[in-house]
T-cell receptor, first 111, second 116 residues
Framework: GEDVEQSLFLSVREGDSSVINCTYT??????LYWYKQEPGAGLQLLTY?????DMKQDQRLTVLLNKKDKHLSLRIADTQTGDSAIYFC???????????FGAGTTVTVRA | NAGVMQNPRHLVRRRGQEARLRCSPM?????VYWYRQLPEEGLKFMVY????????ESGMPKERFSAEFPKEGPSILRIQQVVRGDSAAYFC??????????????FGSGTQLSVL
């Protein structure tokens, strides 16, 4: 995997849904991940999706994968102030152990 | 079970000095990975180590950078004669097996290196 792109900033009102988008270039990617980084903390794995899936839902989180367009999104329903963080998209190729990360999207939740 | 511990959290060095970054993997993990995050960029793989062995250092600059993971003690990332371009956040991750896929990786909080 090589290039992973994300928009850098997202501002959302508390209670609304957040959608964070990511594009990748490696068509052989098998796993795609979303990590969350809160201030002063390490990266926390939020969720991941295998490349043969289109969608994965986990409580307030929904991951959508469009393999044709190499587009991945993370939707956070009912966004809360505790969701303010940097969100990283990452991917990995078959048999590899090196994750390729996007630059991260800073999500700011406003009251 | 403590997570991946990195220290120091912040490290300030003047140009030409040495920087030593430490990483203690999670208990029971014998595989360590170092990633670097330059400003406004994603994390980039640097090196993968197992106990006493460097498995893959393809992402590490050829000069001034070295890494080790001794039989006892933490993994060390060493940067000699630091330059301003080395200023970045350095993250360590560990896994219990050779499978470094994201769902098996646990990241530390990182060391922010600032070179004056």
């Amino acid at each position: 995997g090589e290039d992973v792109e994300q928009s850098l900033f997202l501002s959302v009102r508390e209670g609304d849904s957040s959608v964070i988008n990511c594009t990748y270039t490696d068509s052989s990617s098998t796993y795609l991940y979303w990590y969350k980084q809160e201030p002063g903390a390490g990266l926390q794995l939020l969720t991941y999706i295998f490349s043969n899936m289109d969608m994965k839902q986990d409580q307030r989180l929904t991951v959508l994968l469009n393999k044709k367009d190499k587009h991945l999104s993370l939707r956070i329903a009912d966004t809360q102030t505790g969701d303010s963080a940097i969100y990283f998209c990452a991917e990995i190729s078959p048999g590899d152990y090196k994750l390729s990360f996007g630059a991260g999207t800073t999500v700011t939740v406003r009251a | 079970n403590a997570g991946v511990m990195q220290n120091p959290r912040h490290l300030v060095r003047r140009r030409g000095q040495e920087a030593r970054l430490r990483c203690s993997p999670m208990k029971g993990h014998s595989h360590v990975y170092w990633y670097r995050q330059l400003p406004e960029e994603g994390l980039k793989f640097m090196v993968y180590l197992q106990k006493e062995n460097i498995i893959d250092e393809s992402g590490m600059p050829k000069e001034r950078f070295s890494a080790e993971f001794p039989k006892e003690g933490p993994s060390i990332l060493r940067i000699q004669q630091v330059v301003r371009g080395d200023s970045a956040a350095y993250f360590c991750a560990s896994s219990p097996s050779t499978d470094g896929r994201g769902e098996k990786l646990f990241f530390g909080s990182g060391t922010q290196l600032s070179v004056l």
